[in-house]
């Protein structure tokens, strides 16, 4: 019944597809890179330091 959760495989296969193993590492550096950029904006240094803290509940009357 389709999967159930799907994150990185397709833009790997097309990096792959489109431009080879120079595709997938161009890639793998740009996702490194938002993820530093993004850990920055909340406040983390790294993976490691995340915990639930770091999510919105998205429940009315809570701000993110």
Same mark, same amino acid.
């Given at each position: 019944?389709?999967?159930? +959760? ?5 833009? +790997? ?52």
């Amino acid at each position: 019944s389709g999967a159930s +959760f799907v994150l990185l495989g397709r833009p +790997f296969l097309y990096a792959s597809a489109g431009a080879g193993v120079a595709g997938v590492s161009a890639l793998t550096d740009m996702l490194k890179e938002e993820i530093a950029i993004v850990l920055a904006q909340i406040g983390r240094n790294d993976m490691a330091g995340l915990d639930a803290s770091a999510l919105w509940s998205g429940k009315a009357g809570c701000s993110p």
